[in-house]
């Protein structure tokens, strides 16, 4: 099975200061990695996706993701955050048949 | 966007009783859905994968007999949790794959077994 590696569970920063999480995953295998946030009471939603192609991808919302293989990461960025960044956010991998394996997840607070 | 919605958001039942929970893609088919469980501060967790018109593929550890899941449309998935008890209280998300194998997920449902 796939399993996800998210570190640093609760972040806190203020606005404007630079984000990075971090994604780890095991299978060695062709995956597609995905970055999903939830904002408060609301549902999973889609930051960004690798299938192939270009390993730095840019998302929705100023958010980044790099895919390095040799690593097995695909770490998030956002060179700036907003208040409005406050959420969680899900790193997520592909597996056997298409099915998603989820990290823990990585709370995100923003300090106005 | 392709949107995807779970009825009911919330619901409390008794112990020993079983609750129904609907996921439909609004506006798309969806050959495949996924249902997930969340526990507070923690993952999804993949529950089970439905495919329509056929049985659903069970994570190691889920029991079938308890969560039963029905796929009969393009647009609709169903998750039946049979005979419920206090500890299958949990927040339940389900997700529909597009054709492109992008997934979207519902908002959820709250089951609070009492």
């Known amino acids: 099975a796939q399993s996800v590696s998210q570190h640093n569970h609760h972040v806190i920063l203020s606005e404007a200061a630079s984000l990075e999480l971090g994604c780890n995953y095991s299978?060695?295998?062709?995956?597609?990695l995905f970055w999903y946030v939830q904002y408060p009471g609301q549902h999973l939603q889609l930051l960004l996706k690798y299938f192939s192609g270009d390993p730095l991808v840019k998302g929705i919302k100023g958010f980044e993701a790099e895919f390095i293989k040799s690593k097995f990461s695909f770490n998030l960025r956002k060179p700036s955050v907003q208040w409005s960044d406050t959420a969680e956010y899900f790193c997520a991998v592909t597996y056997g048949n298409n099915r998603l394996a989820f990290g823990k997840g990585n709370q995100v607070v923003v300090i106005p | 966007g392709a949107v995807v919605s779970q009825h009911p958001s919330w619901v409390i039942c008794k112990s020993g009783t079983s609750v129904k929970i609907e996921c439909r893609s609004l506006?798309?088919?969806?050959?495949?859905m996924f249902w997930y469980r969340q526990f507070p501060k923690q993952s999804l967790m993949l529950m089970a994968t439905s495919n329509e018109g056929s049985k659903a593929t069970y994570e190691q550890g889920v029991e079938k007999d308890k969560f039963l899941i029905n796929h009969a449309s393009l647009t609709l998935s169903t998750l039946t949790v049979t005979s419920a008890h206090p500890e299958d209280s949990s927040f339940y998300i389900c997700s529909a794959r597009d054709s492109i194998s992008e997934q979207y997920f519902g908002p959820g449902t709250r089951l609070t077994v009492t």
């Open positions: 299978y060695g295998g062709t995956v597609n």
């Open positions: 506006d798309f088919q969806a050959t495949t």
